[in-house]
């Protein structure tokens, strides 16, 4: 009798073999002359070549619809199983602006005119900025274009940072070590990931180094190849960091740099790296800026009203 060995190495077993081995029991169902054996991530199937190359073959496209989509149900299996081509299934949600599939098949797009146009500039430009208020999308949709092209093999890393500004509080006067202290600062960064990418698999990517979340000190020196690095925050930047920043850039390297000018925290005096940035680099060709306003704002409707009254304020000031 043949044997062939299959090993899940992305995937969550528990996930894809289903509840108390659901999915397994369906591909029993369908493959009634093999015999098939599920143990840790490997499955052991036992029969006929013929048969093993067929169950390899659909047993490949479950992983890819499973990579990509995050999740496996009864239907999408068994059209896997039963069609006549072996595509992939094929639904009107999966289409349009959908940028990545999240955590439960959750569809993250790019919901507004200027999000849409911030998806754009990043297919087209490999150094993009991204201007705008609270609540407008910039990093969760940076991030979404960042869990992308890792998906789709564009780059092998992400890279997250922001600048570790202190908003009224002392990171000196924080409880733990220094990781614990940065956390609160990266909290937004890891938020987006979460609703993107299942915990078990996040928690992978970031011990293998896969996905990296650190503060702006950490860039220095470094040369950032086949990545897709995102600044966060960037209006908190001095000069020297955004400039030593920007020249991190690597082979295959893609930035994206967001920021809200009407909310530094850097002393008095201080030029904004980022203010400064848009200036200087205005005319480089390469080089694109998107600007998100109350319009984008994907919060609370509340929000909208809250940046339009500060607005007033801020014009007559």
Known sequence: MNEIILELTEISPREFFGQQNE????????????????????????????????????FDLLTQYFIKYNKLDENSIEHILTSSDADEPKSSAYSGETLVHGVSGRLIKAQTANQRRLVDASRKNDMVFVVGPAGTGKT??????????????????????????????????????????LDPYMQPLYDALRDMIPAEKLAHYIENGTIQIAPMAFMRGRTLDNAFVILDEAQNTTHAQMKMFLTRMGKNARFLITGDPGQIDLPRRTISGLKEALLVLQNVEGIEVIYLDEKDVIRHKLVKEVIAAYKTIEHHN
């Open 140 to 181: 969760y949709t940076g991030v979404a274009l960042a869990v992308k092209a890792l998906k789709e093999k564009q780059v092998k890393k992400i890279i997250l940072t922001r600048p570790a500004v202190e908003a009224g509080e002392n990171l000196g006067f924080l409880p733990g070590d220094l990781k614990e202290k």
């Open 23 to 58: 999915h397994i029991d369906l591909l029993k169902k369908y493959f009634p002359k093999l015999k098939i054996v599920a143990r840790g991530n490997k499955i052991k199937v036992y029969g006929d070549e013929e048969l093993l190359q067929e169950f390899e073959q659909r």
